[in-house]
């Protein structure tokens, strides 16, 4: 393990040195801006708008930063020559792939619990009446996101060029958020092999749909099913690890 | 004596797509616990290539490789091993402390230990002043003693330099030569590949030169070259080798 957090620190490191913390501090203050413009608008209802805009911001804003820096983790390791004196050390790969992937897990997490706290300070300040343990939900799956954002980052990087990876990253969050549940009722009408092989892709796409409980913060619905919630817990573990195996296996074999 | 790198018939082979290209072809080397050997050869000849199999960065290759008694692939072997790259990259947002402390805990050195090896590994490369300054205005020389002074962190039995010598100036030269030379007379076993003949005829106990995947020659510096009929220098003695213009 102290292999491990000793390649994480490093990356925390990094985004403090490199001042990439700074386009953090930016969007943190886009957030915080859009926030206290409520009044501003003067509109009716505002406060449904305010929740639903403020959290879609936080996720987006910890979403970038999740796959800028998962991306760069190992290429840039390998640009720079530093990889080898790095596997030279007593660290196997599957460590070097934990240990980038909980560095980007880390900041984006960081990211993403400063801005929902933002959040979620505004949203009490305004007597929204959202329930704590909705709350404490949408959190805990925020970071369920981050974690599988960054497996899927990590992967891609080592099979394509570093904003090749970010693109495909950003294209597959998007596409899956959008179109997931059309694609899921065209499969069940349709038949056949293609029915087949359409569900056996469904099931192995990230579902990042899963995390986005903000229609229930929005209209302050009740929360997430205890078993459905921990189901989705479980969900993110397991294709985290999945993928990170999977990322383990396609340097495995590799000449640096 | 033990040998420490035990290598015989390893051949390393490079595909790319339809191409391979054949970086090693049956090599034989042993390296005995506590001697200096210089490894030469020109560029391409398979001298990084060697290092990284050693390093177990080269995860298939045919031949048998024996580092310390172990398969060069697994992380224990490299627990007692210090490398220093040829080209000295390091995180340039990081001190050599911080750096430091990164490899010493990748070395597993606990915490209270860590303090003092570092202040020891920096004194003895000349760079304690330094250490906490950022390695962005470091020059290559500096990055070249930082690249030393964290392959010397876990106090290695062997010691792989892949052109140890490159950028540093005359006295830092003369200082790394001496270093290496005392942590001979500590027992340790150094490998080292470099271009600095005169270096290596100075420090080296047994060489190896290979070309193009291939040793073509190995043997202790001085009776190499007092085969030879007229008097040669062991840099003459390379290049003769290597240019073909004798065997």
Redesign the interface.
């Given at each position: 393990m102290?292999?491990i957090?000793?390649?994480a620190?490093?990356c925390l490191?990094?985004l403090w040195?490199?001042k990439d913390i700074y386009t953090f501090l930016v969007l943190f203050f886009i957030l915080f801006i859009f926030l206290i413009s409520e009044n501003f608008f003067g509109i009716r209802d505002i406060s449904r708008y305010t929740k639903d805009i403020g959290f879609t911001i936080a996720l987006l804003f910890s979403l970038i930063i999740a796959v800028t820096f998962s991306v760069k983790q190992i290429p840039s390791e390998v640009e720079?020559?530093?990889i080898?004196?790095?596997?030279?050390?007593?660290?196997?790969r599957f460590q070097l792939i934990i240990g980038k992937f909980l560095g980007s897990f880390f900041t984006s997490s960081s990211a993403f619990s400063a801005l929902f706290a933002l959040f979620a300070i505004f949203v009490y300040i305004k007597g929204e009446g959202v329930a704590p343990i909705l709350l404490a939900q949408s959190y805990i799956l925020g970071l369920c996101l981050m974690s599988v954002l960054c497996s899927v980052s990590t992967l891609l990087s080592l099979f394509f060029t570093t904003s090749g990876a970010a693109t495909l990253s950003f294209i597959i969050y998007f596409g899956i958020t959008w179109f997931s549940d059309m694609l899921r009722n065209t499969l069940l009408d349709s038949g056949g092999i293609t029915k087949i092989l359409g569900l056996i892709f469904y099931y192995l796409i990230p579902h990042y749909e899963f995390y986005d409980i903000k229609i229930r913060l929005v209209h302050s619905w009740e929360p997430l099913p205890t078993t459905i919630f921990l189901l989705i817990i479980v969900y993110s573990l397991v294709y985290t690890y999945t993928l990170l195996f999977l990322s383990y296996l396609g340097i495995?074999?590799?000449?640096? | 004596m033990e040998n420490y790198i035990e290598i015989s018939k390893l051949s390393v082979n490079y595909a790319s797509g339809k191409n391979h290209f054949t970086a090693l072809s049956e090599i034989n080397l042993n390296v005995k616990r506590g001697e200096i050997f210089g490894f030469l050869g020109p560029n391409g000849a398979g001298k990084t290539t060697t290092i990284k199999t050693i390093l177990g960065m080269i995860p298939e290759y045919r031949g048998n490789v024996r580092i310390l008694k172990h398969d060069p692939r697994s992380a224990s072997a490299r627990q007692r091993i210090g490398y220093m790259p040829e080209i000295a990259n390091y995180y340039w947002y990081l001190t050599p402390n911080e750096l430091m402390k990164m490899y010493g805990r990748i070395f597993g050195i606990s915490s209270k230990e860590l303090p003092e090896k570092i202040n020891h590994v920096l004194d003895l490369v000349g760079l304690n002043e330094s250490k906490n300054r950022l390695m962005k205005i470091f020059s290559k020389g500096m990055m070249q003693k930082v690249s030393f002074a964290q392959s010397l962190l876990n106090d290695p039995e062997l010691l792989i330099l892949d052109e140890p010598t490159t950028g540093l100036d005359p006295i830092a030269r003369l200082k790394m030569r001496n270093v290496i030379k005392s942590l001979k007379n500590m027992g340790k076993t150094i490998f080292f590949s470099s271009h600095e003949l005169s270096e290596v005829e100075m420090i080296c106990d047994e060489i190896a030169i290979i070309k193009k995947g291939k040793i073509i020659t190995s043997g202790r510096p001085d009776k190499l070259l007092s085969e030879k009929k007229e008097k040669e220098t062991l840099e003459s003695y390379f290049i003769n080798l290597i240019e073909g213009r004798e065997r």
């Open positions: 102290k292999q957090f000793a390649i620190i490093n490191k990094e040195r490199k720079f020559k530093t080898y004196a790095l596997l030279a050390k007593p660290l196997t495995k074999r590799r000449v640096f | -």
